[in-house]
T-cell receptor
Framework: SQKIEQNSEALNIQEGKTATLTCNYTNYSPAYLQWYRQDPGRGPVFLLLIRENEKEKRKERLKVTFDTTLKQSLFHITASQPADSATYLCALVYSSYKLIFGSGTRLLVRP | DSGVTQTPKHLITATGQRVTLRCSPRSGDLSVYWYQQSLDQGLQFLIHYYNGEERAKGNILERFSAQQFPDLHSELNLSSLELGDSALYFC?????????????FGSGTRLTVV
């Protein structure tokens, strides 16, 4: 079955630095790959979507890359702020229209 | 407010009981998805409905069932509850079947089985 791997260890960075989160998957490539933000006790919030034929997508301070050869997506937050502290989830969409989530990586941005 | 409404926000019930969780999707969205999130499992896909029809099933237990009504709201029924069913249950909606635009999640129902 398809597996999605995100670093289970928290990423702890200084305010102003760039945060880079990794999402790796096994088997075949998804049609779309999405990133969500989740705060404790809240529902995930959709951030960005990238298609399998796209290499990179940007939105304000966010950037997502998608490498189907490496079977990996990188999620970058530039000029990070303490308000960016949250858990970030990678999710993959396949032809059955199911959205499968990774377990998420917690980001802590120190002031 | 995301536009997806889930009720109740919190539910405490005893083992063996049956509960119903309700979800109203964002206006105009035809797809409704149910997810279970527990500490050790992450977000687990349960079931997807599109315009009243079941379209995909995940690891949903036989004790669990769902439906989407003509007004597009959805209900998730959990029966013969066990301690391990304690989790956050999220509903999400999207405008179409193929989900090219991301899901909108509700704030969840926290179920505690005692």
């Amino acid at each position: 079955s398809q597996k999605i791997e995100q670093n289970s260890e928290a990423l702890n960075i200084q305010e102003g630095k760039t945060a880079t989160l990794t999402c790796n998957y096994t088997n075949y490539s998804p049609a779309y790959l999405q990133w969500y933000r989740q705060d404790p006790g809240r529902g995930p919030v959709f951030l960005l979507l990238i298609r399998e034929n796209e290499k990179e997508k940007r939105k304000e301070r966010l950037k997502v890359t998608f490498d189907t050869t490496l079977k990996q997506s990188l999620f970058h937050i530039t000029a990070s702020q303490p308000a960016d502290s949250a858990t970030y989830l990678c999710a993959l969409v396949y032809s059955s229209y199911k959205l499968i989530f990774g377990s998420g990586t917690r980001l802590l941005v120190r002031p | 407010d995301s536009g997806v409404t889930q009720t109740p926000k919190h539910l405490i019930t005893a083992t063996g009981q049956r509960v119903t969780l309700r979800c109203s999707p964002r206006s105009g969205d035809l797809s409704v998805y149910w997810y279970q999130q527990s500490l050790d499992q992450g977000l687990q896909f349960l079931i997807h409905y599109y315009n009243g029809e079941e379209r995909a099933k995940g690891n949903i237990l036989e004790r669990f069932s769902a439906q989407q009504f003509p007004d597009l709201h959805s209900e998730l029924n959990l029966s013969s509850l066990e301690l391990g069913d304690s989790a956050l249950y999220f509903c999400a909606s999207s405008v179409e079947l193929s989900n090219r635009y991301g899901y909108t999640f509700g704030s969840g129902t926290r179920l505690t089985v005692v």
